[in-house]
Each structure stands twice: as C-alpha cells, then as structure tokens.
C-alpha cells in the first residue's frame, strides 16, 4: 500500500492521472500525437482517462463559462490548473485568454507540454504560483476559475482576498468544489475525516464558504447543487483505477460517493462578483 501523501504536491506528482496516461489512451485510438486538438485531450467516453482532472469533465467547463459569461475578450485565471485541461477547453471554445497557476511544478510542466501539442495559439499559459500570493497586479482579470481545487487550500480568507485585489471591477469568482453537507454526522464524521487525509483536503460547509464569500467584498449571484456529477465521477475514477496499484485512490472516491449519497457532502457551484466601486473590501484579520 502507498503511503499518504506528505503534501499537497506529492499528492499530484504520484496521482495516477497523468499526461503519459492521456497520451497513450490517445495513441491507441490511433491519433496523430503531432496533429492532436483538445477535443482529443478531453474526451474518453470509454475509459475516462482525460485531461479534465476535475469533477465533471469538458462539459462542466463549458457549462460554468456560460454561466460566468466567459467570452473571447475575457481574461480568466485558473487557480489550481493542474494538467492545464480546462484552460484548454476554455480558450479553445471561447476564444479567451486563460492564465492557469498551480504549485505542482510536474503539473505544470505536463500542462504546457500538452498544449504545445495543440494549437492554442498562445490563448493559454502556466505559471507557478500560489493561491496565497498570486503573481499578478490589481484589477487585471475578469474572471477566476476553480474546479475541484480549492478545497486543497486552507487560508480561504486569505484566498479571497487575493482574488479580490486582482479581479476587475465587476469581476467573476466562478468555482466548483465539494462542500460539508448539511445531512447529521452520525457515523460519519471519520469516514470524511479519511477522505480529507486522502485528499489533502480542507472541507468547510457550502453556507460557510458563501458567507466568506459576502464577507469577503463580493455578491454570490448563484449557487446550484452539482452533487449528481459527483457519484459520476466516482464511478468514472473507479474504472480508471481499475487494477492499478492505488489502494487510497479507490478508497477516496468509494468514500466520496457514500457520503454523498448520505448527505454528508455536496458537490456545488457558486458564482460570485467583485462588488463595484464603494462595496466592502475584504476585512483583513
């Protein structure tokens, strides 16, 4: 059995979902690896072996830009981009500008691999960088992505403030995540204290996070429940797995798919706009 990850970082330099994985599934469809699209990258139906390391897939991607009303002139910083697979996907059906920052450097170095192998025409780029500290100046981006990310982070508050002071004026947070449920703890509560261990996981409830959220200088304009595409990916994950050796994996998202049957924890999309000039900054502790 592997042992738990150390940090966040080995965590996804040992995840079993890799570029060398997305590449040889590609291969043996017989694509050309020098003429591939991204089409080719995020679409598996067989074996779910993508570069769409989230919860959802390509089709969450396009969903939630259209909720966030991602257009082509939109510049979009994807925090937690890991192998870059959403990025891709926004700014090759969108035609925007994608930043995408993690702190896994193998990560990011299989993400600009990828998309040299496609052509972006330099619409998507990666950088390392840390949700705490982001490298980039005031008011620059018009929207801030998150898919299955940013439970990793514990300094939420330090978080939204970051994403406060580099959004535009009326600016987006556009984000996917799991959440604590509300359903009772019963017997639970070591089941999700397992998952986080495994994950490397900072859960907080949904009703939590949309405070932060408001108390934070933004207005939550939407919330929905996605908790549906949580199972999916469940029984997806489970089949990449299939017979290789990651025990704590399989474990994971076996947990995942309980609880969230149970209540225990959802699955949710929150949409959130920096509030105008004379709304309330983020209050600093």
């Known amino acids: 059995m592997k042992p738990e990850p150390a940090s966040l970082r080995e965590l996804y330099d040992n995840h079993p979902l ?25 679409r598996d139906p067989q074996g779910g072996i993508t570069d769409q390391n ?19 002139s939109s510049v979009v910083l994807d925090i937690g981009c890991g192998l870059g697979g959403p ?79 580099v959004l535009c004026p009326g600016g987006m947070i556009a984000m996917e995540d799991t959440f604590l449920g509300d359903a009772p703890g019963g017997g639970a509560a070591d089941q999700v204290d397992r998952l986080s261990r495994i994950w490397m996981a900072h859960l907080i409830s949904l009703r939590g996070w949309t405070d932060l959220i408001s108390r934070s200088g933004f207005e939550v304009t939407s919330t929905a429940d996605l908790t549906p595409l949580l199972s999916r990916s469940a029984t997806r ?17 076996v947990i995942a798919d309980r609880l969230a049957a149970n209540g225990r924890i959802v699955y949710s999309r929150v949409l959130a706009r920096k509030r105008e000039k004379g709304g309330q900054a983020p209050l600093s502790s």
């Open 237 to 253: 994950m489970l089949r990449v797995l299939g017979g290789t050796d990651w025990p704590d994996e399989k474990e994971a998202w």
């Open 87 to 165: 990025a891709r996907v926004l700014a090759d059906k969108s035609g925007c500008h994608v930043v995408g920052i993690d702190l896994t450097l193998s990560r990011l170095a299989a993400a600009i691999r990828l998309t040299r192998k496609i052509s972006m025409k330099g619409r998507a780029s990666f950088a390392a960088g840390d949700a705490r500290h982001l490298p980039l100046l005031e008011g620059r981006i018009d929207v801030i992505w998150g898919q299955s990310a940013w439970l990793h982070i514990p300094e939420k508050k330090r978080l939204l403030e970051e994403c406060w002071r």
């Open 18 to 42: 890799t570029e060398a994985s997305i590449l040889e599934r590609v291969r043996k469809e017989g694509k050309d690896l020098n003429a591939l699209t991204e089409e080719d990258l995020c």
């Open 54 to 72: 989230h919860i959802g897939g390509a089709d969450a991607v396009r969903r939630l830009a259209a909720e966030a009303e991602v257009t082509g």
